[in-house]
């Protein structure tokens, strides 16, 4: 099959709309909703015609930012485990939080490549806010808007680069 791409990261950063954005339809529900987005979606998209599978994981439990009670490292571990590639997305217009923390702990011992994005990024000045990723020793993030398509091109052309 086409090599598959995930999204993870917390309810609520924009991981369903970064999806319907980069499958170009819209497939899975996009609710204003924290977590309401529990099932997996798929869709076959391509960019720089190179074909991909997109995997949007849906959350985990949202009620409970105690990493060890919100099912974050069951999230990132199923998605290590099926995926060939991993976006990880944060909201930049937040401070990372605990649970994104675990996440990119885990991440940052997978195998598979890991590409960073501080999503609702959607004016240059919230890029500082993104960069906040790079303290933590990311190589790269990119910053983008999944809502207005602001960074994407640069995101898919990172996809395609590590599938
Ligand atoms: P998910 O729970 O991670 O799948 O997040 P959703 O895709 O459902 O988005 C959660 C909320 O964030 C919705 O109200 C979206 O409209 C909003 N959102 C998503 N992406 C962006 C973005 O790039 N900029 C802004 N300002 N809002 C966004
Ligand atoms: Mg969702």
């Known amino acids: 099959g086409l090599p598959l791409v995930a999204i993870v990261g917390r309810p609520n950063v924009g991981k369903s709309t970064l999806f319907n954005r980069l499958a170009r339809k819209r497939i899975a529900i996009v609710h204003d ?33 105690d990493p060890m009670k919100s099912g974050i490292t069951r999230h990132v571990k199923s998605a290590i485990e099926e995926a060939d590639v991993i976006v990880f997305v944060s909201d930049a217009e937040v401070p990372l939080t605990s649970a994104d923390r675990v996440a990119i702990a885990l991440l940052r011992k997978s195998k598979n ?3 960073y994005a501080a999503n609702k990024a959607d004016s240059p000045k919230m890029d500082a806010d993104a960069f906040e990723l790079y303290r933590l020793g990311v190589d790269k993030v990119h910053p983008i808007s999944g809502l207005h398509g602001r960074g994407i091109g640069e995101l898919e052309a990172s996809i395609i680069a590590a599938l």
């Open 113 to 115: 490549p890991v590409i």
């Open 33 to 65: 909703e924290p977590g309401v987005t529990r099932d997996r979606h798929y869709a076959d998209t391509s960019a720089f015609g190179r074909d991909y599978t997109l995997i949007d994981t849906g959350g985990f439990d949202p009620d409970s930012d």
